[in-house]
């Protein structure tokens, strides 16, 4: 069932840089996508909806593409407090919010 | 805003001992879900939950079981606990009309010795 695969980093970057994170999911059936973030030692946070036209939310711009069953997070103008691991999410219709959680891709901006 | 909140931040048990995990959620959400997290593992789901004296078995269910008595509260048991159930273990819910986004509590970082 777990089939929600992200490149598990770390992405160690400068303030200021861009950064793309990736995602594959196998279920073609899968119909929500999230991207969630997790703080050291804390609770995963919802960060953004992804949908299939495309979404933005100031710095963060997310996209999926159905056919490639491909999810991507981009991050412009990198700030300190980004530092954080990033978790690709998808849900299938009928699951109940059963949602499925990649591993997190672990990013680390730097001074 | 939603709230979820866990009984404990840390808890320390000994091989063995029965532990009760508690969940309450203040926004009358349907479901709940329990999981646990471990590196290099992600979140692992254990039970769920999508209504009153409702569970279904998660992925790894083995070792655990939970209680829905009332709408608000979500309990995770360890009947016996052992060390490899050592982990940080996240409660979550969701409204269940429409919705996927599932709001986490704070978690609980269990040591069993």
């Known amino acids: 069932r777990k089939e929600v695969e992200q490149d598990p980093g770390p992405f160690n970057v400068p303030e200021g840089a861009t950064v793309a994170f990736n995602c594959t999911y196998s279920?073609?059936?899968?119909?929500?996508f999230f991207w969630y973030r997790q703080d050291c030692r804390k609770e995963p946070k919802l960060l953004m909806s992804?949908?299939?036209s495309g979404n933005e939310d100031g710095r963060f711009t997310a996209q999926l593409n159905r056919a490639s069953q491909y999810i991507s997070l981009l991050i412009r103008d990198s700030k300190l407090s980004d530092s954080a691991t990033y978790l690709c999410?998808?849900?299938?219709?009928?699951?109940?919010?059963?949602?499925?959680f990649g591993k997190g891709t672990k990013l680390s901006v730097k001074p | 805003d939603v709230k979820v909140t866990q009984s404990s931040r840390y808890l320390v048990k000994r091989t063995g001992e029965k532990v009760f995990l508690e969940c309450v959620q203040d926004?009358?959400?349907?479901?709940m879900f329990w999981y646990r997290q471990d590196p290099g593992l992600g979140l692992r789901l254990i039970y769920f939950s999508y209504d009153v004296k409702m569970k279904e078995k998660g992925d790894i269910p083995e070792g655990y079981s939970v209680s829905r008595e009332k709408k608000e509260r979500f309990s995770l048991i360890l009947e016996s606990a052992s060390t490899n159930q050592t982990s940080m273990y996240l409660c979550a819910s969701l409204t269940g009309l429409g919705t996927d986004t599932q709001y986490f509590g704070p978690g609980t970082r269990l040591t069993v010795l």
């Open positions: 926004m009358d959400h349907e479901n």
């Open positions: 279920n073609s059936a899968s119909q929500s």
């Open positions: 999410v998808v849900n299938m219709a009928g699951s109940q919010g059963n949602l499925i």
């Open positions: 992804v949908y299939s």
